[in-house]
């Protein structure tokens, strides 16, 4: 579907003709299409808000869904929007310039969320959580404001093993990222199509595509994150076991309740003999 370079939407001109590079766009897009029909992400004629950073993940979301709309494979309305939030040294002129001349309908509203952080933040501590918060609080403003049913994120595969690894390991729960979800309020979707795409394939489609990607490092170098020490260590068992993050990501979708210890998930206490057996010891 992607080898036709007569018809192709701008964001995907000018893409590497190798046969490796069709095969990496072919694999993303094979994820997304799955991600959105497994998990139920569509709803006809709805509109989408796609949260762009300027980071290659959240550049590989959009051309994938842009394409698939242009292709007349998914049937919702895009609005790309970007929070600029006030870092120093951020490139305020790069995505506008980027989106219009790719004819992408966008929205770029600023809101200096960077002064609030550093200010509630002690020093020597990270600023990751609190910016998080903030700028979701803003796109599901503007959301609404916008008239759009869901915000869709780029976070993919090795976000969500990280994300549970670190509730593992720090929060003493089993539990990440759903790729959907409802937010508190309960009138938005949150939607993660790259849920089943690695984020190195994201990286070699953003750098393939020369995409101008603005690195999210413009409030400091926080070293020692938990989520980088999670990130080194699932790297270290990548290289010591090839296809090992894949086969964890699988085990997320192939949950046991009744081999867990969550007596709300499993009726441990109304277990009793001759009832139908519930597995292997």
């Not at 569509?42 to 590989?60: C, H, I, M, N, P």
């Not at 916008?146 to 539990?175: K, Q, W, Y």
Request: proline share 6%; charged share 25%.
């Amino acid at each position: 579907m992607f080898d036709n370079t007569d018809d192709i939407h701008p964001l995907l001109a000018g893409a590497p003709s190798t046969t490796e590079f069709k095969k990496l766009r072919k694999r993303i897009v094979r994820g997304v299409r799955e991600a959105i029909e497994q998990y139920g992400m569509v709803e006809r004629g709805a509109k989408w808000l796609v949260a762009l950073s300027g980071g290659k993940d959240s550049y590989t979301l959009l051309a994938v869904l842009t394409e698939l709309k242009w292709r007349g494979l998914l049937p919702v309305d895009l609005l790309a929007v970007n929070l600029d939030q006030g870092q120093p040294g951020f490139p305020a002129t790069v995505l506008p310039a980027f989106l219009e001349k790719m004819g992408v309908p966008h929205r770029i509203e600023y809101q200096d969320t960077y002064s609030i952080v550093t200010d509630k933040v002690p020093q020597g501590r990270t600023y990751c959580a609190l910016c998080s918060r903030l700028r979701r609080g803003h796109l599901y403003r503007i959301a609404r404001e916008e008239g759009c049913s869901a915000l869709v994120l780029g976070h993919h595969r090795d976000d969500i093993l990280e994300t549970f690894f670190l509730n593992l390991f720090h929060g003493s729960r089993l539990a990440t990222m759903p790729p959907k979800l409802v937010n508190e309020e309960g009138d938005l979707f949150v939607y993660r199509p790259l849920a089943h795409v690695a984020e190195e394939d994201c990286a070699r489609f953003a750098a393939a595509m020369n995409y101008p990607i603005i690195p999210c490092d413009l409030c400091g170098s926080q070293d020692g994150l938990q989520r980088q020490q999670i990130k080194a260590m699932l790297d270290e068992w990548e290289r010591r076991s090839p296809g090992r993050r894949q086969k964890m990501f699988k085990a997320l979708s192939n949950t046991r309740p009744s081999h867990l210890l969550d007596p709300a998930l499993f009726d441990f206490a109304g277990l009793a003999r001759g009832a139908p057996a519930s597995g292997d010891e």
